[in-house]
């Protein structure tokens, strides 16, 4: 097909609910390491990953050796039939996750389907259907994820979902409550006391969070909010539920998953994407009491897939290998110095946050008010592709740019990266925005601004 071809078959016959970001649809043809490259040959620096999933780079030649070997090896027998790639795996992620409590796994294809198990399996273990989830998250685009996530735009309407709540989130640069971190004592995750108080029976299934909002735009607690909010859940008798689809298998730094920055064993972990780097899988890691509660019969046609368990294995190992983790703490300190100098030198930037290689900006019209940008960020996501940049977009009022390259990316790779990302910055906004004083007080309130889809 040729690329007009291409473009319009996609046109023609893809739900129109299928967006892609930037004004002309980018159409990328193959991809290698740090780089994709578009229909035309041109190479992209990848500082996205397909949405956080490429962990180790693209098409890596460790993990598809062996994918090459799995795949005329034995490619499907469905979930009702034993298989090593299945087994290895499982057995690997319980050597991994926190406190070595939850060694018991089940595997899917999205984390969609991971959260739909993990919902699932809080209801079962404790009785209850009451959820507690967050203002500004995102869990997937089935129904019940849907009612789960915490944004308008990406919740369809008519699907509604009874039992579940919305705790306001730690949105330090925006405080829902208007305070001030640290003297604010961490009120937001105290107020999920009175949440459940009020607007549930008292006894809840658990709680579900991001360590990290992904799509909400890189949104990052303070350290004390998570082990604040477990105490609370699991006095009224709920079951704490980390989803780390984003920010799994080292993304933060020096961790294998997001929750343990803030010292939480949680009962259950989801993930998918940087699990696989590319390829379908979804993962629900329970304590061995949480999955043996979920009795019945269930079936993943799909799920444990022994291509997609090898990949996820291999990338798993290659992580181990080459102490990627490690790599994520010191490249990504690396990326967040080279961001702030961006925004002392960019009037546009109001905050920089993340954690590793999980990074992002959020742009406001003015420090002051910090009223959101989105304007300003669909500017500079052109202004990035015509540099030879791919960068994420996110965040409610669609004003963040999201920054997260592979685990394997090294600090000259950064350094490229920011050159390029400077260059956008002063091509899109910077020409017409003068540079101002960072504002000093946080927490005021977003001015009055269009809400748009954001990623
Ligand atoms: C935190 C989080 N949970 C769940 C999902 C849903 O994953 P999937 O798109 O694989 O269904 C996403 C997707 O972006 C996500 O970011």
């Given at each position: 097909m040729t690329k007009d071809e291409i473009l319009l078959a996609s046109q023609e016959y893809l739900f129109p609910a299928v967006f892609h970001y930037y004004q002309e649809p980018l159409l990328i043809a193959r991809a290698k390491d740090q780089f994709v490259y578009d229909a035309d040959g041109r190479a992209y620096l990848d500082f996205f990953g397909g949405i956080l999933t490429v962990s180790v780079g693209h098409c890596n030649d460790k993990v598809n050796a062996q994918v090459h070997r799995q795949v005329d090896t034995l490619q499907h027998v469905s979930i009702v039939f034993v298989t090593e790639p299945q087994a290895a795996l499982a057995k690997k992620i319980a050597s991994l996750t926190p406190g070595g409590r939850l060694t018991k796994s089940f595997f899917t294809n999205s984390g969609t389907e991971a959260n739909e198990t993990a919902i699932l399996a809080a209801r079962c273990y404790t009785g209850s259907t009451e959820i507690v989830a967050l203002r500004h998250s995102y869990h997937g685009r089935s129904a019940m994820a849907m009612g789960l996530t915490g944004q308008g735009s990406w919740r369809m309407p008519g699907a509604p979902q009874p039992g579940i709540v919305h705790a306001h989130n730690a949105y330090c640069y925006r405080c829902p409550f208007g305070l001030t971190y640290p003297a604010c004592e961490v009120r937001c995750a105290r107020d999920v006391e009175e949440l459940i108080r009020s607007s549930t029976s008292g006894r809840v299934a658990g709680f579900i969070g991001e360590p990290i909002q992904g799509v909400g735009g890189f949104i990052t607690p303070p350290k004390e909010y998570f082990a604040i909010v477990a105490g609370i859940v699991r006095d009224h008798g709920g079951i704490f539920i980390s989803d780390e689809v984003q920010t799994a298998w080292g993304r933060t730094g020096g961790k294998w998953f997001g929750i343990e920055q803030y010292g939480v064993v949680p009962d259950v972990m989801t993930s998918a994407k940087g699990?696989?780097?590319?390829?379908?899988?979804?993962?629900?890691?329970?304590?061995?009491?949480?999955?043996d509660s979920?009795?019945?019969?269930?079936?993943?046609?799909?799920?444990?897939?022994p291509v997609a368990t090898t990949a996820a294995k291999a990338v798993l190992d290659l992580i181990d290998a080459e102490n990627l983790l490690t790599n994520a703490a010191e490249t990504g300190a690396h990326l967040r110095g080279r961001l702030e100098e961006l925004r002392h030198k960019h009037a546009v930037i109001g905050?920089?946050?993340?954690?590793?290689?999980?990074q992002a900006l959020e742009l406001v019209?003015?420090?002051?008010?910090?009223?959101?940008?989105?304007?300003?960020a669909a500017e500079l996501m052109e202004a990035a592709r015509r540099n030879g940049l791919l960068v994420g977009k996110g965040g409610m009022y669609g004003n963040c740019i999201?920054?997260?390259?592979?685990?394997?990316?090294?600090?000259s790779d950064v350094d490229e990266f920011a050159r390029r990302l400077d260059r956008s910055l002063v091509e899109c906004v910077n020409g017409r925005k003068p540079l101002v004083?960072?504002?000093?007080?946080?927490?005021?309130?977003?001015?009055k601004h269009r809400s748009k889809p954001a990623s």
């Amino acid at each position: 097909m040729t690329k007009d071809e291409i473009l319009l078959a996609s046109q023609e016959y893809l739900f129109p609910a299928v967006f892609h970001y930037y004004q002309e649809p980018l159409l990328i043809a193959r991809a290698k390491d740090q780089f994709v490259y578009d229909a035309d040959g041109r190479a992209y620096l990848d500082f996205f990953g397909g949405i956080l999933t490429v962990s180790v780079g693209h098409c890596n030649d460790k993990v598809n050796a062996q994918v090459h070997r799995q795949v005329d090896t034995l490619q499907h027998v469905s979930i009702v039939f034993v298989t090593e790639p299945q087994a290895a795996l499982a057995k690997k992620i319980a050597s991994l996750t926190p406190g070595g409590r939850l060694t018991k796994s089940f595997f899917t294809n999205s984390g969609t389907e991971a959260n739909e198990t993990a919902i699932l399996a809080a209801r079962c273990y404790t009785g209850s259907t009451e959820i507690v989830a967050l203002r500004h998250s995102y869990h997937g685009r089935s129904a019940m994820a849907m009612g789960l996530t915490g944004q308008g735009s990406w919740r369809m309407p008519g699907a509604p979902q009874p039992g579940i709540v919305h705790a306001h989130n730690a949105y330090c640069y925006r405080c829902p409550f208007g305070l001030t971190y640290p003297a604010c004592e961490v009120r937001c995750a105290r107020d999920v006391e009175e949440l459940i108080r009020s607007s549930t029976s008292g006894r809840v299934a658990g709680f579900i969070g991001e360590p990290i909002q992904g799509v909400g735009g890189f949104i990052t607690p303070p350290k004390e909010y998570f082990a604040i909010v477990a105490g609370i859940v699991r006095d009224h008798g709920g079951i704490f539920i980390s989803d780390e689809v984003q920010t799994a298998w080292g993304r933060t730094g020096g961790k294998w998953f997001g929750i343990e920055q803030y010292g939480v064993v949680p009962d259950v972990m989801t993930s998918a994407k940087g699990l696989g780097n590319g390829f379908p899988i979804g993962l629900t890691v329970a304590t061995p009491e949480v999955a043996d509660s979920l009795q019945g019969l269930t079936i993943s046609t799909f799920g444990g897939n022994p291509v997609a368990t090898t990949a996820a294995k291999a990338v798993l190992d290659l992580i181990d290998a080459e102490n990627l983790l490690t790599n994520a703490a010191e490249t990504g300190a690396h990326l967040r110095g080279r961001l702030e100098e961006l925004r002392h030198k960019h009037a546009v930037i109001g905050d920089v946050r993340g954690m590793g290689l999980m990074q992002a900006l959020e742009l406001v019209e003015d420090r002051q008010t910090k009223a959101p940008a989105p304007a300003a960020a669909a500017e500079l996501m052109e202004a990035a592709r015509r540099n030879g940049l791919l960068v994420g977009k996110g965040g409610m009022y669609g004003n963040c740019i999201r920054i997260s390259p592979p685990l394997n990316v090294s600090k000259s790779d950064v350094d490229e990266f920011a050159r390029r990302l400077d260059r956008s910055l002063v091509e899109c906004v910077n020409g017409r925005k003068p540079l101002v004083k960072p504002a000093s007080a946080a927490g005021r309130r977003p001015a009055k601004h269009r809400s748009k889809p954001a990623s």
